[in-house]
């Protein structure tokens, strides 16, 4: 099993900045992918972005430029750097873990941390 725990979230002002966290554990070695998804009220869940187990990055469009995905090593959190936050930015921010085993993917959530970015 996997437990994934988000932490950072907060309240800051547009324009201004916050890390996340995302720390896993449980029996992770073969956890493929990780990375971070956002709902705002009354919208679909949407990727943010995600990291592979080899460090590669991706991120949606909208959030090229302003987010960043990192990890200081592959057994580290995983952190979302969020600067530039503009109000349309307030979500809930969900960890996910992906992973392969015997041919089959699973996958894993977070209990969501609430970023809340003010005029």
Do not use: H
């Not at 979230?9 to 029996?27: I, M, P, Y």
């Not at 200081?72 to 979500?91: C, G, H, I």
Request: charged fraction near 20%; charge should be positive; aromatic fraction near 10%.
């Amino acid at each position: 099993q996997v437990r994934l725990v988000e932490s950072g979230g907060g309240s800051v002002q547009a324009g201004g900045s916050l890390r996340l966290s995302c720390a896993a554990s449980g029996f992770i070695f073969s956890i493929n992918t990780m990375g971070w998804y956002r709902q705002a009220p009354g919208k679909q869940r949407e990727l943010v972005g995600a990291i592979t187990s080899g460090g590669s990055t991706n991120y949606a469009d909208s959030m090229k430029g302003r987010f960043t995905i990192s990890r200081d090593n592959a057994r580290s959190p995983v952190y979302l750097q969020m600067n530039s936050l503009k109000p349309e930015d307030t979500a809930v921010y969900y960890c996910y873990a992906a992973e392969t085993r015997r041919g089959l993917k699973y996958d894993y959530w977070g209990q969501g941390t609430q970023v809340t970015v003010s005029t």
